[in-house]
């Protein structure tokens, strides 16, 4: 069983900074993909940025320039650095890990931390 503990979120300024960690437990293996989404009431969970294990990185057009991921592959950890936070960044984060075999991949998710920008 794995296990995805997330930490970080909480309520900040606009124009403020947090950080989130989510560190992956448990029965896992070749970790391809790591990275974070976001949810708004009434929305689709959305891409925030996504990390391979070689390091290539990709982010969502609103991001771009603010938020840097990165991954401790020794700790099974991925990170989010959230800087210049904007009021639409307010969402539920989600921490998502793809594992597995070549052949048999799993998709787990965190139970997701709020971050609430606002004055």
């Known amino acids: 069983q794995v296990q995805l503990v997330e930490s970080g979120g909480g309520l900040v300024q606009p124009g403020g900074s947090l950080r989130l960690s989510c560190a992956a437990s448990?029965?896992?293996?070749?970790?391809?993909?790591m990275g974070w989404y976001r949810q708004t009431p009434g929305k689709e969970r959305e891409l925030v940025a996504r990390?391979?294990?070689?390091?290539?990185?990709n982010y969502a057009e609103p991001v771009k320039g603010r938020f840097t991921i990165s991954r401790d592959n020794a700790k099974n950890t991925v990170y989010l650095q959230m800087n210049s936070l904007k009021p639409e960044d307010t969402a539920a984060y989600y921490c998502n890990v793809r594992y597995g075999y070549t052949w048999s991949k799993y998709n787990t998710w965190g139970q997701g931390t709020q971050v609430t920008v606002s004055t």
């Open positions: 990390i391979t294990s070689d390091g290539i990185t």
């Open positions: 448990g029965s896992i293996f070749n970790i391809d993909f």
